[in-house]
């Protein structure tokens, strides 16, 4: 019964105190004895001893005591809170349940002040596997198993289609990625070449399967490991393509935008009072081409001359609808 009141005394330090709200020895040996843990002021003191010695940041002040450091701080768990409201592919149901498990690790109080916001908004798809597909993908990673599933798309009647006729996919999974509140499994599948991505939250039914996957080396550039983060940077939109080196006249004004997309180390100098030369890695795509053309005149496509050329083509068929 001692060990069970000092986790009991924990809760309640953790659930009712912090800097603005501090609980002296008889406010905690009523608390205990309300839930059914009988305590005197020399056991509470004991037990906070042992909890201090444990690793519990309790702090002793002349008006009693409180937790001070938690294992997430309140920034902290409004930033998970809102990495969670703003991915859609966690469902409303899951949201609401991952929000409470998050604002459980704060007191109450801390708790009570956040809850504006903390409000479940946007678009939230519905796939409520979406849990069980990520454990089950990253087994196979984990394992270098192939693994299958079917995959669904939205037709215009707002239902769910399954894509190839059911037929399922069979994939070398590597990663999964999360990229503009979209996750993806990047894998490579069966009997192509080349690396192929898949919003997960399109995925269904995901079976382990008895295959090894295959060497990421043979599908794409990256010799040892896959590398998720730098495979992202260079598919915009996540779609796939050659990755190519790619000289790019921008506007000044746009100098900060390419460093956010690139990063800060890629190649820039002026180019005139109004304009720099950048030099990017990228696939040569279709997401790279919708991302040129949103800026307009402000970028221009100089090398390589293909992707000028369909820049070009994308741009002066846009105008053609607008005459």
């Known amino acids: 019964m001692m060990k069970v009141r000092m986790l009991e005394l924990n809760d309640i330090l953790h659930?009712?105190?912090?800097?603005?709200?501090?609980?002296?020895?008889?406010?905690?040996?009523?608390?205990?004895?309300?839930?059914?843990?009988?305590?005197?002021?020399?056991?509470?003191?004991?037990?906070?001893?042992?909890?201090?010695?444990?690793?519990?940041?309790?702090?002793t002040t002349p008006k009693g005591f409180y937790l001070r450091n938690r294992r997430f701080s309140l920034a902290e768990i409004m930033l998970l809170i809102s990495a969670v409201q703003a991915a859609p592919f966690i469902t409303e149901s899951k949201t609401a349940a991952l929000m409470r498990k998050l604002t459980s690790y704060l007191s109450q109080y801390q708790e009570e002040g956040i809850?504006?916001?903390?409000?479940?908004?946007?678009?939230?798809?519905?796939?409520?596997?979406v849990y069980r597909t990520i454990e089950l993908i990253n087994y196979g990673i984990a394992s270098r198993r192939t693994i299958s599933f079917l995959y669904y798309k939205r037709s215009i009647m707002r239902r769910d289609v399954v894509q190839r006729r059911g037929k399922r996919y069979e994939v070398s999974p590597y990663a999964m990625v999360w990229v503009q509140d979209r996750y993806?499994?990047?894998?490579?599948?069966?009997?192509?070449?080349?690396?192929?991505?898949?919003?997960?939250?399109?995925?269904?039914?995901?079976?382990?399967?008895?295959?090894?996957?295959?060497?990421?080396?043979?599908?794409?550039?990256?010799?040892?490991?896959?590398?998720?983060?730098?495979?992202?940077?260079?598919?915009?939109?996540?779609f796939g393509g050659e990755v190519k080196k790619i000289r790019l006249r921008c506007h000044n004004d746009l100098l900060n935008e390419l460093f956010d997309r690139f990063g800060e180390d890629i190649p820039v100098k002026k180019d005139g009072e109004e304009h720099f030369i950048a030099i990017v890695t990228a696939a040569v795509s279709e997401?790279?081409?919708?991302?040129?053309?949103?800026y307009g005149v402000r970028v221009e496509v100089l090398e390589p001359e293909e992707l000028r050329a369909a820049v070009g083509s994308r741009?002066?068929?846009?105008?053609?609808?607008?005459?």
């Not at 305590?39 to 004991?46: I, L, P, Q, T």
């Open 15 to 59: 659930r009712l105190t912090d800097e603005e709200h501090i609980l002296n020895s008889r406010s905690l040996v009523e608390e205990l004895t309300r839930r059914g843990h009988p305590a005197d002021r020399r056991s509470v003191y004991r037990d906070i001893e042992a909890l201090t010695a444990y690793g519990e940041d309790v702090v």
């Open 115 to 129: 809850k504006n916001a903390t409000n479940i908004s946007g678009v939230k798809f519905k796939n409520e596997e």
């Open 184 to 238: 993806y499994l990047i894998s490579n599948m069966k009997g192509k070449e080349g690396l192929t991505h898949f919003r997960l939250d399109r995925i269904r039914d995901v079976r382990i399967e008895s295959s090894p996957v295959r060497p990421v080396s043979e599908v794409s550039e990256y010799e040892e490991r896959f590398d998720a983060a730098d495979y992202a940077s260079k598919c915009l939109n996540m």
């Open 287 to 294: 997401g790279f081409i919708n991302w040129v053309s949103q």
């Open 315 to 323: 741009l002066i068929e846009a105008a053609e609808l607008y005459r």
